[in-house]
């Protein structure tokens, strides 16, 4: 069975950081698409970036050089690193697995609050 674990989110000040991480069970995520997508509240889910069976990262406009993603092989866990963090970052964030961006649905975890406020 396909489990992903979502942790690390919390209440940090504009500015901040955190790092967040997803551990998947049931499969291997070494070789294999993910993504972080992030819904806010009122609004609809928005992709934030993916990274994908070769480890090649993109990352929406917004998260360009304040994201990073990555994934341990070894913990079979993958990580959005948030940096320069924003009040409109406010969200929650979730990893997904066969995410299909046209509908933007997939395989999600429960997923992990940020809130960014001072």
Known sequence: EVQLVESGGGLVQPGGSLRLSCRASGFSLSNVAMNWVRQA????????????????????????????????????????????????DTAIY????????????????????VTVSS
Do not use: H
């Open 41 to 88: 509240p009122g609004k609809e889910l928005e992709w934030v970036g993916g990274i994908n069976g070769l480890g090649v990262k993109y990352y929406e406009d917004f998260a360009l050089g304040r994201f990073s993603i990555s994934r341990d092989n070894s913990k079979n866990t993958l990580y959005l690193q948030l940096n320069g963090l924003k009040t409109e």
């Open 94 to 113: 979730y990893c997904a697995k066969d995410f299909d961006m046209s509908t933007m649905t997939g395989t999600r975890g429960q997923g992990t609050q």
